[in-house]
């Protein structure tokens, strides 16, 4: 397992459990910040390295009506607060090689969407710029086409990667979480990521938005922990019934810190049984970065 360096912490390599949270979207500068504050107040007091994550552009939304942020230099600026004021690491995702750069001065992590990841030169463009990059594996993958995606940002010059599983597409307007995914992606040799907030989403399920059901986050996030992951990636709001972007996916705000204590448990469990993380999927097989 290569550990990756994000601020001051490391991600994967026999660490703990790691989070990426925040909203779907940046609505204001104030209420970022507030979820952002609340969110280190809670890993803080249970020992959770944490990387905050909002958009400043969802570009890929399912109505061109739908609100999709303050954009680039709105929300970089915002998120620049969030790293500088309440001393966090910064995440968000880039939609095009014309924003990479710019998105890169600012962001601890580059982000390339689940749509984007099969783009050759986007993702070498991403790896070269960024300091760590989060790839999120397509719903239309297999568990090993990761590979292919993390040696085109390897070559690129940039060995700082964590792969990211977000479900898979089961029919119209679904997904499903194949579970063997997870060591079979460990099996490359990067810290993996599960969305479980992502992961409920139903695609276009609402018409003119995505649908979801965030009460099979937490199951979902415990079974994940279990089958062996390095970090947890989720949406969160103070009232996602009111959220302007994947409200009924995300995670009620007050609600995460007894979701992560309970993670976190599991998580001891798991490396104290292993001795680490593990590699229960033999690397020979799936083929180690």
Request: aromatic fraction near 6%; include cysteine.
């Amino acid at each position: 397992m290569n550990p990756i360096r994000v601020g001051r912490f490391l991600i994967g390599g026999g660490g703990p459990l790691a989070l990426i949270a925040g909203p779907c979207v940046i609505e204001d500068e104030a209420k970022t910040l507030a979820i952002a504050r609340t969110l280190k107040e809670v890993t803080e007091r249970l020992g959770i390295p944490y990387i905050f994550k909002a958009s400043y552009d969802k570009a890929n939304r399912t109505s061109l009506d739908a609100y999709r942020g303050p954009g680039l230099v709105a929300g970089l600026a915002v998120l620049k607060k969030v790293r500088d004021e309440v001393g966090v690491p910064v995440l968000s995702d880039v939609h095009s090689e014309e924003q990479i750069e710019r998105a890169a001065e600012v962001l601890d992590v580059l982000q390339i969407p689940a749509f984007l990841c099969r783009q050759t030169d986007f993702v070498g463009e991403v790896a070269r710029k960024a300091r760590a990059v989060n790839i999120k594996k397509g719903q239309f993958l297999a568990p090993w086409d990761a590979k292919h995606i993390l040696d085109k940002a390897a070559q690129a010059g940039n060995t700082n990667l964590m792969m990211t599983e977000r479900g898979v597409s089961f029919g119209y307007n679904n997904l499903v979480v194949d579970f063997r995914a997870f060591p079979i992606l460990r099996a490359m040799g990067y810290p993996v990521i599960f969305d479980a907030t992502h992961s409920v989403q139903l695609p276009g399920g609402a018409g003119t938005s995505s649908g979801g059901d965030r009460r099979m986050v937490p199951g979902l996030a415990r079974a994940a922990v279990a089958a062996g992951i390095d970090g947890l990636f989720l949406e969160v709001h103070p009232d996602p019934d009111r959220a302007p972007c994947d409200g009924p996916n995300s995670l009620v705000l007050g609600e995460v810190e007894g979701l992560l204590a309970t993670l976190k448990r599991i998580d001891a469990i798991v490396r104290d049984r292993e001795g680490g993380p593990g590699d229960p999927v033999g690397g020979e097989r799936w083929g180690k970065a």
